[in-house]
Nanobody
Framework: QVQLVESGGGLVQPGGSLRLSCAAS????????MNWYRQPPGKERELVAGITSSGRSTNYAGSVKGRFTISRDNAKRTVYLQMNSLKTEDTAVYYC???????WGRGTQVIVSS
């Protein structure tokens, strides 16, 4: 079955950086676009970034454009989210998801606070 395991979250000061990873299994990873979502405390889950199956094309929410970078390594079946210049409003649980597949991982918590 589809399994997605997010990691790399933690506590970071405003202006800091984190790199999230999502290890995938149970499906043909290289055939699927991948997305990162986040759910801030008390708010709805929102799409943060997406990348096509080949990795050639990416897209970002306006709130993270220029600060976050999504990438993937199909050989390692892993998608990444490099987060720079973090803001307190980036605090959320971050999830990855394969486009068109319904499974979610447990997420990884990111807290941006001084």
């Amino acid at each position: 079955q589809v399994q997605l395991v997010e990691s790399g979250g933690g506590l970071v000061q405003p202006g800091g950086s984190l790199r999230l990873s999502c290890a995938a299994s149970g499906f043909t990873f290289g055939n699927y676009g991948m997305n990162w979502y986040r759910q801030p405390p008390g708010k709805e889950r929102e799409l943060v970034a997406g990348i096509t199956s080949s990795g050639r094309s990416t897209n970002y929410a306006g709130s993270v454009k220029g600060r976050f970078t999504i990438s993937r390594d199909n050989a390692k079946r892993t998608v990444y989210l490099q987060m720079n210049s973090l803001k307190t409003e980036d605090t959320a649980v971050y999830y990855c998801k394969a486009g068109g597949l319904g499974s979610w991982g447990r997420g990884t918590q990111v807290i941006v606070s001084s």
